[in-house]
């Protein structure tokens, strides 16, 4: 039977949710389909920042960044969906010497693409791209990004300085970009040996000069169904789209309430269509207008509609994380979020309306969904 898998990490563990099958009745392919099932918390009392689900083979393995505060940072996966979980003997993770660095946290979890299907990347705090050929049992740090020349100009954001996305391509395993907190994207063709900061027509309008070559202050990236080289960019004040792989970017944020956030998600199977959730403000860091609502695009960013079917109506105040809104790879799609009040909404029709899953939870950090079987 299909099933679909949802981890939502949390500030206090890990949350799995499970649908099995088709549902009957009104809004059958709605979030409102099938019937879903929660088991949690595991890692009691550890915040999880970064979830990957990894399908590329028979056996689905989840991966699981965990942060212990009288253990510290580790990384945990299960090849059962959960029912059981291993950690490597000798930290995942870990700076080499040399670097005087130590892991605070492990920010992202990303599966490479099909061309390289043991590969997992780990994006890390302090500002570190990771590379792993076992699926994520063992990572060993990308030097050229660590002692790219502009690292010593990084400064951290109000998160930290992280490297918290990581976008691959299907096409090739050489092309690699990443999303650095607040040093902007960087990319690399050549399988990490070499990085250029890619942020042309991305601004940053708390900085002197609102156009750097780097130091934009990046929240997250997703990537287009249809073509790889469209991405979609959720920067500090901006909404932008690629259609080069980065090397050029364009505002598309006209027709939101607001074009401060942290999240963006793309549909997995329709081109041009993608996912937003605007906050008031950095300063103000609400949903805007006090309303929950996931915004769409489905012409690469040239308009936007709110979806707010099913979603609270009263005032709200629970803000989505850069890591809290996610698709499945359903068709119809599955999406999802969480938010810092501890609720979890899901629609299973791209978005079309929501019901929600869960309330009450610590506060939400990270979700991933997939469908297994």
């Keep these: 039977m299909t099933e679909v898998l949802l981890t939502v990490g949390t500030r206090k563990g890990l949350f799995i949710g499970r649908r099995t099958g088709p549902g009957t009745g009104p ?28 399908t590329r083979r028979d056996t689905p393995r989840l991966l699981v960044g965990g942060d212990s505060a009288h253990w510290g940072p580790s990384v945990f996966h299960s090849d059962d969906l959960g029912a059981s979980w291993s950690e ?31 590969v997992v990347y780990a994006g890390t705090e302090p500002a570190a791209l990771f590379r792993s050929e076992d699926r994520g049992e063992t990572f060993e740090l990308v030097r050229p990004l660590w002692e790219h020349p502009t690292r010593s100009k990084w400064v951290p954001g109000g998160g930290g300085e992280a490297v918290h996305t990581v976008v691959t391509d299907r096409r090739s395993a050489d092309a690699v970009t990443v999303a650095v907190s607040t040093a902007g994207v960087f990319r690399s063709l050549d399988g990490g040996a070499d990085w250029e ?13 609102p156009d750097p070559e780097f130091g934009q202050c990046v929240h997250k990236i997703a990537q287009d169904a249809g073509d790889p080289d469209r991405l979609y960019l959720q ?42 959730f605007p906050i008031t403000a950095d300063s103000d860091r609400v949903p805007a207008d006090h309303k929950c609502r996931v915004y769409r695009t489905s012409d690469a960013g040239s308009s936007w509609e709110a979806l707010s079917a099913g979603l609270p109506r009263e005032e709200h105040y629970g ?9 499945d790879d359903a068709d119809p799609a599955g999406v999802y979020f969480g938010n810092r009040n501890g609720e979890v909404y899901a629609s299973a029709d791209d978005g079309d309306s929501w019901q929600q899953l869960a309330s009450h939870l610590p506060d939400v950090l990270c979700v991933r969904a997939a469908v297994i079987g």
Aim: charged share 20%; net charge negative; glycine share 10%.
């Design 235 to 276: 920067n500090h004040w901006g909404v932008y789209r690629s259609d080069d792989a980065g090397a050029s970017w364009k505002d598309i944020g006209a027709g939101l309430p607001s074009t401060f956030g942290f999240a963006v998600a793309a549909h997995p199977h329709r081109a041009d269509t993608a996912y937003v």
């Design 319 to 327: 803000t989505v994380l850069r890591d809290a809104l996610t698709t």
């Design 27 to 54: 809004g059958t392919g709605p979030g409102k389909a099938g019937s879903w099932e929660f088991e949690g918390p595991y890692f009691n009392s550890q915040a999880v920042y970064s979830i990957a689900i990894d």
């Design 197 to 209: 900061p890619s942020n042309k027509g991305v601004s940053a309008v708390f900085l002197p000069d």
């Design 88 to 118: 490597a003997k000798k930290p995942a993770v870990t700076f080499p010497k040399d670097t005087g660095a130590s892991l605070e946290r492990v920010w992202q979890l990303h599966p490479a693409g099909p061309a390289a299907p043991d």
